[in-house]
């Protein structure tokens, strides 16, 4: 995998914010080839970090890289393997993001589903952004669709067709949505 991207982007993430040193010299290691777990490991020990600290280290240098890939609205195929690339080399576990920064989760998803829902129409593009963002916190279908279901209240209260808004509502919730338009 070719991470030259990755140490740009760890560049500017560490003049944003500042890094820990054994933090600096992981991300100095990402671009330079096969054993890098092993090399993470023997920094780690060399630091004496335990698993807890480096894994809220870790989530946070990824958190850092998302927010970044988000910055333009787009997260292409290759922010998508990064990401995938990073959880994998940090052992980050389905669940982690969400355990750990619920809150900065939260607020991402639903900054980034009110530029989505804005204009009260879903495209294609724009439906596909939207299983990008589940799929980088590990978030199921469910959770996904009821971050959603706000966003497309609102939209649905503006006079959206709910067909435009890529959402699932149960037969229950879309009629007391259409009652309250009414």
């Excluded at 959880?87 to 993001?97: A, C, E, L, N, Y």
């Excluded at 952004?129 to 199921?140: N, R």
Aim: hydrophobic share 40%.
């Amino acid at each position: 995998m070719k991470t030259s991207h990755l140490t740009s982007i760890f560049n500017k993430i560490n003049s944003e914010i500042t890094l820990p040193q054994y933090l600096q010299e992981i991300c100095n290691i990402i671009d330079k080839g096969d054993s890098i777990s092993k090399r993470i490991d023997a920094i780690l020990f060399d630091y004496d970090i335990n698993d807890s600290i480096s894994k809220v280290d870790f989530l946070q240098l990824i958190f850092a890289y998302i927010k970044i890939s988000l910055e333009d609205g787009i997260l292409t195929i290759h922010e998508r393997e990064d990401i995938k690339f990073l959880k994998t080399v940090f052992r980050i576990q389905s669940g982690d993001f969400f355990f750990h920064n619920r809150l900065d989760v939260e607020h991402t998803i639903a900054l980034e589903l009110s530029k989505i829902y804005e204009d009260n129409f879903i495209t294609e593009e724009e439906a596909e952004f939207k299983i990008g963002i589940q799929e980088i916190f590990d978030l199921s279908f469910d959770q996904m669709n009821n971050y959603s279901k706000s966003k497309a209240i609102v939209s649905i209260k503006e006079g959206a067709d709910v067909k435009d808004l890529d959402i699932f509502f149960t037969y229950d919730e879309y009629f007391k949505v259409r009652s309250e338009v009414k």
